[in-house]
């Protein structure tokens, strides 16, 4: 079946760890974003890329990292640096002539 | 900076009712106007687009989009308790962003 894959759906992580979230995403679209999302809260967006090797810094980027070796992948590192990691993370891809935006599961991520 | 808003609700509707959603938007860019459910604890699913001015219809939803306004809605007919969650609005522009609100929370009472 064709869609976006993320694992882990829930990840815990000590103080001070980095941790690695993966999407994965056989849609074939060009297009991946990664948005954090608090309780009761709207979605933010992180990172997102257009293209392979290439990516853009959203609203909230700082204490994260993203890589785009491949069409079809969009890891997020959650670094360290992160003050508030605890969140809802979702990946996304887009059909980029229409817009639509398509998200995968999420990951669950408590720093204990 | 470009705005979606919305009423953060919530917005309590009787099963059976016509639940009317609506939502703004600031960037007069914007070409393209989506509608998200999201279940509590789930990553937000599509259930509306639209492009153009005026009403789409599909099964119990009717998008509405009135540019001049800057303004879309969502109207669900016939109100199901499952149509209880929060509804978000996004619109899209150039430069391959997206714009969300921070979402409508629905309740249907039985």
């Known amino acids: 079946d064709g869609g976006i894959t993320q694992s882990p759906k829930y990840l815990f992580r000590k103080e001070g760890q980095n941790v690695t979230l993966s999407c994965e995403q056989n849609l074939n679209h060009d297009a991946m974003y990664w948005y954090r999302q608090d309780p009761g809260q709207g979605l933010r967006l992180i990172y997102y890329s257009q293209i392979v090797n290439d990516f853009q810094k959203g609203d909230i980027a700082e204490g994260y990292s993203v890589s785009r070796e491949k069409k079809e992948s969009f890891p997020l590192t959650v670094t360290s640096a992160q003050k508030n990691p605890t969140a809802f993370y979702l990946c996304?891809?887009?059909?980029?002539?229409?817009?639509?935006?398509?998200f995968g599961e999420g990951s669950r991520l408590t720093v204990l | 900076q470009k705005e979606v808003e919305q009423n953060s609700g919530p917005l309590s509707v009787p099963e059976g009712a016509i639940a009317s959603l609506n939502c703004t938007y600031s960037?007069?860019?914007?070409?393209?106007f989506f509608w998200y459910r999201q279940y509590s604890g789930k990553s937000p699913e599509l259930i509306m687009s639209?492009?153009?001015?005026g009403d789409k219809e599909d099964g119990r939803f009717t998008a509405q989009l009135n540019k001049a306004s800057q303004y879309v809605s969502l109207l669900i007919r016939d109100s199901q308790p499952s149509d209880s969650a929060t509804y978000l609005c996004a619109a899209y522009s150039s430069a391959s962003k997206i714009i969300f609100g921070s979402g409508t929370r629905l309740s249907i009472r039985p």
């Open positions: 639209i492009y153009s001015n």
């Open positions: 996304a891809s887009m059909v980029l002539n229409t817009g639509e935006l398509f």
């Open positions: 960037d007069r860019g914007s070409q393209s």
